[in-house]
């Protein structure tokens, strides 16, 4: 079956560094995929996509990357900040219509 | 920004009732969502709804959820009769094309507790 795997410890990073994140899947081949960020009790917010022929996006402070061969995708966030501590999931998706399939996600506390 | 409304932001039902959640997507948004998150899991596919019907659906969503969009503006879950199973968060998400070209934009969440 279609599995989404991303670091499940919490991320604890400095402000001013940068923090990478992990995101692997196995048993398909997404089309795309999509980065979210998500606070407490809130909805998920739409960072970046990035498409399986693309090799790399950018959106001022993040980027992401995505390997087809290594089924894997790379989100760092540069320069961090204390704003930026929230927890962050990817959705790698295979159609078109929507079946954004999330990753359980991983948390970053960035620490003044 | 446009936003994504719900309503309401709580509802606690008793295990059996029906419940109706609703959702005002962005005006000119074409693609419209319902994802839920059970307390401390992962965000979970329900449904996707396109040109007024149902264009994917996950195994969750079973003959007790149905969808509709009444009017031009308004995006509904309706439950027929709740479980204690059924209490999460439940997300609206609407996009202006398919997920291949844009991000979907999730309003706030109504969470569902079933009693």
């Known amino acids: 079956s279609q599995k989404i795997e991303q670091n499940s410890e919490a991320l604890n990073i400095q402000e001013g560094k940068t923090a990478t994140l992990t995101c692997n899947y196995t048993?398909?081949?997404?089309?795309?995929l999509q980065w979210y960020r998500q606070d407490p009790g809130r909805g998920p917010v739409f960072l970046l996509l990035?498409?399986?022929?693309?090799k790399e996006k950018r959106k001022e402070r993040l980027k992401v990357t995505f390997d087809t061969t290594l089924k894997q995708s790379l989100f760092h966030i540069t320069a961090s900040q204390p704003a930026d501590s929230a927890t962050y999931l990817c959705?790698?998706?295979?159609?078109?219509?929507?079946?954004?399939?999330f990753g359980a996600g991983t948390q970053v506390v960035v620490t003044p | 920004e446009p936003e994504v409304t719900q309503t309401p932001s709580h509802q606690v039902t008793q295990m059996g009732q029906e419940v109706i959640l609703r959702c005002v997507p962005i005006?000119?948004?074409?693609?419209f969502y319902w994802y839920r998150q059970i307390l401390g899991q992962k965000v979970e596919f329900l449904v996707s709804?396109?040109?007024?019907?149902?264009?994917?659906k996950s195994e969750i969503f079973d003959d007790q959820f149905s969808v509709e969009r009444p009017d031009g503006s308004n995006f509904t879950l309706k439950i027929r009769s709740t479980k204690l199973e059924d209490s999460a968060m439940y997300f609206c998400?609407?996009?202006?094309?398919?997920?291949?070209?844009?991000?979907?934009?999730f309003g706030s969440g109504t969470r569902l507790t079933v009693v």
């Open positions: 005006s000119n948004h074409l693609y």
């Open positions: 709804f396109y040109n007024n019907e149902i264009s994917e």
């Open positions: 048993n398909y081949s997404p089309a795309y």
């Open positions: 998400a609407s996009s202006p094309g398919t997920g291949t070209d844009y991000g979907y934009t």
């Open positions: 959705a790698p998706a295979t159609d078109s219509w929507g079946k954004l399939q």
């Open positions: 990035i498409r399986e022929n693309e």
